[in-house]
């Protein structure tokens, strides 16, 4: 009887089959579409936060290797590789930071993906962080990773910075850069900034003050020959606390109002060709009707500002793009970038089947 009773349990339990990518867990991602105002196409998903279970085995997790490597992205479909960047990982803790391209974000389904974890057979990293960013992202600084500041540059262009004064503190995601003397982030020259004959662009970060009221330069390129930027964004003197853009060196668009708090604000300026628009903290701040092309320059751009107005407080995420960012995009963004953990939700953990204890029966 006890024979029949468990081959009938055994009958009855679902096919299981080991995962494809010879992971041993995973987990499901589902991203929230009330979190959207409208769908977005390749999407660079913030996945942060400390799950101990992506810690190392040696540290109680079931992670193999030490930097995190055997942790990856699929679709739906549990097949399919996204493709990925790991930002920061911690073995001890499980601490993560990762952007992950997803095809399609949905505002009226929930949109899902799967983690995978545990692989003792990789000991290269999986994700390319190159392949996150599309081509209308001229540059991606992270900042990271709040001990020993880096200023590498995400994409295929390699615009890495150099610094002397910013140094690591904690940012908005991961580490941050903290502005306290003059001398910011400098980018020296590439062809993939020198954006010109158009007045379509965008520029995003998510910043700090250092006190309630303080101002300064966060993202500039300086203008060949006659000084001034070829465009900027910044916060106009303490007691107006407006944003201030700069074009073409000689055209000064100062509109809308900073928050005057010592809280991380996400701010982005869209030059979108027929004018210009402002947002903060995923939101439409002010806009402004100008309409005048960039001029090209072979001048270095600054993250934080240069020898003068430099940044009191600190820069996280700062981005240049070719292209003007939607107001649905802007709102993803601030959505996933805020608060992580409520823009998408983790699942409970799949074992693959050469995982599973066998079925004894007596």
């Not at 493709?83 to 899902?112: I, L, M, R």
């Not at 390699?158 to 991961?174: K, W």
Request: with cysteine.
């Amino acid at each position: 009887m006890r024979r029949l009773i468990a081959a009938l349990i055994v009958c009855a339990l679902p096919a299981l089959a080991a995962y494809p990518n010879g992971y041993n867990y995973r987990r499901a991602i589902t991203i929230d579409y009330t979190k959207l105002t409208g769908t977005v196409t390749d999407f660079p998903v913030a996945v942060a936060g400390t799950y101990s279970y992506l810690a190392t085995t040696a540290n109680g997790g079931l992670v193999t290797n030490g930097s995190g490597f055997d942790i990856v992205f699929t679709a739906a479909d549990g097949v399919t590789s996204l493709s990925c960047e790991q930002e920061s990982y911690s073995a001890t803790t499980g601490a993560v930071a990762y952007w992950v391209k997803v095809p399609s974000v949905s505002h009226t389904v929930n949109t899902t993906i799967y983690m995978y974890y545990g692989n003792s057979g990789i000991s290269t990293s999986q994700c390319t962080a190159s392949a996150v960013w599309a081509s209308n992202w001229r540059g991606v600084w992270h900042l990271p990773n709040g001990s020993t500041l880096s200023a590498a540059d995400s994409t295929s262009n390699a615009n890495n910075g150099t610094f002397s004064s910013p140094t690591a503190t904690t940012g908005q995601i991961d580490g941050a850069a903290a502005y306290t003397a003059v001398g910011g982030i400098t980018v020296t020259n590439s062809t993939s900034i020198n954006i010109s004959g158009t007045n379509v662009l965008s520029l995003s970060a998510w910043v700090k003050r250092a006190a309630s009221g303080t101002t300064g330069i966060i993202i500039n390129k300086e203008q060949a020959g006659t000084g001034g930027y070829s465009f900027s964004v910044g916060v106009a003197p303490a007691t107006t606390n407006q944003i201030k853009l700069t074009k073409y060196g000689v055209v000064d668009i100062t509109i809308g109002t900073f928050p005057a708090d010592t809280n991380w604000h996400h701010l982005v300026a869209v030059f979108s060709g027929t004018g210009v628009v402002v947002y903060i903290d995923g939101v439409s701040n002010a806009t402004s009707g100008n309409t005048q092309n960039f001029n090209a320059t072979t001048n270095a751009l600054h993250l934080g500002g240069a020898s003068t107005s430099v940044w009191n407080g600190s820069i996280d995420e700062a981005r240049v793009s070719s292209t003007a960012l939607s107001a649905d995009w802007v709102k993803a963004e601030y959505n996933n970038q805020s608060s992580p953990s409520t823009f998408y939700s983790v699942g409970s953990q799949e074992i693959s089947a050469l995982r599973r204890p066998p079925v004894v029966i007596q």
